[in-house]
Nanobody, 123 residues
Framework: QVQLVESGGGLVQAGGSLRLSCAAS????????MGWFRQAPGKEREFVAY????????SYLDGVKGRFTISRDNLQNTVTLQMSSLKPEDTAVYYC????????????????WGQGTQVTVSS
């Protein structure tokens, strides 16, 4: 069965760093683009970053550019999100997802979703 399992969330102070990981199984990971989304309480889920199937192309939400880095390891079937200079506005549940198109930017372009991991940034 298809599984995407996020880990690495937690509580950090503003200015700190966290590294989120997503372990994938049950599908051809190396054939899929991967993305990260986040959702804060009472807010819509929003795109954070994606990386193409071969890791060549990445894209980021404007508000996280220069602070977040997405990467993948197709040998270990994992995708990561390195987050630095964290702000209280980054507080949300973070989800990884597998894209059904080459450059998935919208939620409907993703086939599989993880359960999410909580990131809380204190001021």
């Amino acid at each position: 069965q298809v599984q995407l399992v996020e880990s690495g969330g937690g509580l950090v102070q503003a200015g700190g760093s966290l590294r989120l990981s997503c372990a994938a199984s049950g599908f051809a990971f190396s054939n899929y683009a991967m993305g990260w989304f986040r959702q804060a309480p009472g807010k819509e889920r929003e795109f954070v970053a994606y990386i193409t199937y071969n890791g060549v192309t990445t894209s980021y939400l404007d508000g996280v550019k220069g602070r977040f880095t997405i990467s993948r390891d197709n040998l270990q079937n994992t995708v990561t999100l390195q987050m630095s200079s964290l702000k209280p506005e980054d507080t949300a549940v973070y989800y990884c997802a597998a894209g059904r198109s080459l450059i998935p930017r919208r939620e409907h372009e993703y086939a599989y979703w993880g359960q999410g991991t909580q990131v809380t940034v204190s001021s």
